[in-house]
């Protein structure tokens, strides 16, 4: 018998360990994507997703559907993941300049437009980015934040936040362009800091 989520969440909030493991089965994979994005490698990544499923199962009773339960669950894994960093990794790299647009493609036709890349190289390339710039280009390219947002949740001005996001741009354009996904004779994209 199938469960609507409704009725999942309910027996979830009575302990149930059958239902808490259906809604990890259903969420987790798709977590562990949001997790990775954020982490350096599969552990921390599987230390993340661990830690925010932890959160979610004790605050599901703060749960009042505002909000759909993805969402909700979201905010949760996205803190945890932001907490995380802030905790294990090293934030001190600072620059500043630039703004930017709503999401991936875009950032990614930012670095130039004769770029052909698919999802998994691109989160490749960015896993190989610096903390910071990772985690605002993840919460401003891939999550829709606005600076201020960003600012607020990893407490860093604003002007950080978009420098940090115009420094993974370059990160990001320079790690392209030595990895030869830009085309020879397309000399402008050569160019680049």
Not at 17 to 42: D, H, S, V
Request: charged fraction near 25%; charge should be negative.
């Amino acid at each position: 018998m199938q469960l609507n989520l409704s009725q999942l969440l309910k027996s979830c909030l009575e302990n149930d360990p059958l239902a808490q493991r259906r809604l990890f089965e259903i969420n987790g994979p798709k977590m562990m994507g949001l997790c990775l994005r954020y982490a350096r490698n599969y552990d921390d990544a599987s230390e993340i997703l661990q830690e925010s499923f932890i959160k979610v199962f004790k605050n599901l009773g703060s749960f009042e559907g505002r909000s759909s339960f993805d969402t909700w669950m979201n905010r949760i894994f996205i803190n945890t993941a932001i907490s995380y960093c802030r905790k294990h990794y090293n934030f001190d790299n600072t620059i500043s300049l630039n703004d930017g647009s709503t999401n991936l493609e875009n950032e990614l036709s930012n670095i130039g437009d004769t770029v052909n890349i698919d999802a998994k190289d691109a989160l490749r390339f960015m896993a190989k980015l610096p903390e910071k710039c990772r985690i605002v280009m993840n919460l401003f390219a891939i999550e829709g934040y606005s600076h201020e947002e960003i600012a607020e949740q990893m407490e860093i001005t604003v002007g950080t936040s978009k420098s940090q996001l115009f420094r993974a741009r370059m990160l990001l354009k320079k790690m392209l362009i030595n990895d030869n996904y830009f085309n020879e004779s397309n000399e402008q994209y050569r160019q680049v800091i």
